[in-house]
């Protein structure tokens, strides 16, 4: 709550609901990475506005889920400088490895993989982001340990 | 070499730091621009001939001599760090590594704009970058270049950063104003434009981060001295991103006017193709702008060097040239199918795309679809015809460039390589294979799709 009433101290007094982009990133991060409808309802009474007000921006915006995802996240890159870098055969071989289809979180809701636009990291291709970092110059190595340091718990994937 | 303004100090260790950026000269700019009239200081950067680096290529200080001064309503300069033109990476690498040359240059223009209130508006994506940032603004505050009285001038300024969700069209300055102000990112009708009505209601000057970097150096040496730098109207340095095929991507600092056959093959920026297979196409200003065939690079349809200005990457307009746009310089080998890539851009545009617009929100999904259907060997005589009518019909009816940017791709594809497009439909057991030109590139085939002649 004290890094919200930040947030919301960076806009003028009578523009809180500037700070709701802000604000959801801050409120999803802190609830296993998506916004259930009774937190959405929630950041509308903090910042005075009506429910609606934030589920149409929860709806608009790609970063904002809503439906629980798998806790380690694997969002490939898929745009052309990727692609041209072999990111598809990359994302192939991550849902192989794993026994997943795209956007299906695994069963014991550690992995889920998915496939998302531009992230500008093109000359660092292929790449994807998992929390707050990316991860660059990906090889099927690269994905392997990855994956083992998620499982081991060893990996910072907030920056707080 | 040539001549670094924005990167000279990106290598010095420390950098990223206050202590090692006030010591290599950093804030000197603020402590000169305090000294001058908001009039000056613009009127040193018109004459530098600094031009938007976001992709549009507005001249800066003309953009800043709009702004609305006599109503009286609190003012603001917004910096636009929502980079996502497919092929872009350079405002990352400048905020990441340098972040407190964004922060003086946000100073620095706020004074020439009497703002009190700026902002800093990053894709959410780059969630460690907004710490940076967060973190070299405190540093900022702590030493006395932010706040109340900045350094006993009077002048007040708060800096903040505001960070998106994962929309492209937040790039565009009258959704990034809207989704600034806590609203989905759907442009608005211009006019009335930012700089009379933009964030709040207020007068509002929304520039890209590498523009803003540049004013510093302007301020502390002159207009004048940047001008000196490129060649005519396109004046100084620019950040290139560089992907794709070639063997060393990364972040290149040009000085405006060197030549496209120069910078993908010298040494000292994309050092020739990755594997040494034939060039093929180039995307020179992001996944926006028309697609460059390999005769059409390193020459114009003239004949001339092509370089890497504003003026010579769009000679020969649509029909023959291309545009700088962002600098995201995509460089595609014989192994690239034009299609498949033409399908990857769609996809993108559509996904993209606010909805708010009918011949964008719906003509990109069309576009997408007719692009896979041909793609996966699906595709019909007519495909192509079908394309070319519906990218017509998107570009210049929306409110924003979204629906010219995603037709621009399709239609320079269509004008280039419309025989790979012909192939696609014609031999399907072909392109089974997403990587169907890695082993038999289109260049070996093209002969079962050539027009026969008597």
Redesign the interface.
Known sequence: MARINELVS???AD?K??????V??EVQDAHDNWLSIELQNKVAEI?E?KPI?VY??VT?????NQRPVGKYMLEFC????C???GV?DLMDYTCQKLNVGIAQPTTDGLFEVRG??????????PML?L????HEHLTKEKIDQLIDDCKAGNITFY?K | MGRKILLDKINVPGIKSYEVYRREGGYASVEKALKMTPEAIIEEVKASGLRGRGGAGFPVGMKWSFIDKKSGKPRHLVCNAD???????K??YLMEYIPHLLIEGMITSSIALEAN?SYIYI??????VY?ILERAIQEAYAAGWLGKNIQGSGFDLDL?V???????ICGEETALIE???????NPRLKPPFPAISGL?ANPTVVNNVESIAAVPWIINNSGADYAAIGIGRSTGTKLI?????IKK???YEIELGISVEEFINSDEYCGGMETDRPLKAL?PGG?SVPILPAHLIYKTANGDDRLMTYESLSDGGFATGSMLGSG?F?V?DDR?CIV??TW??AR?YH??S?GQCTPCREGTGWLEKVLWRIENGEGREEDIELLWSIQSKIEGNTICPLGDAASWPVAAAIRHFREEFEYHVRFPEKIKN?DHFTHEPFDKVRHLVAPQTV
């Open positions: 960076h806009y003028p523009k609901k500037s700070a709701l982009l802000p959801l990133h910042l506005l007000e149409e921006v608009f915006y790609t970063m904002f898929q745009t052309s400088p692609c041209q870098r598809e998302v636009e531009c992230l500008g990291a093109c000359g660092y291709a982001q929390g707050d970092y990316y920056d | 980079e996502s033109e497919p092929g872009t990476f405002d990352r209130l894709r959410g994506e780059y969630m460690w710490k903040y505001h960070c998106g969700a994962g929309a492209y989704s600034l102000e806590g609203k989905r990112g709040w991103s560089a992907s794709g095929n991507p990364g972040v995307v996944s995201g995509i595609y690239a498949r890539n990857n851009f993108f996904h993209e606010c997403r």
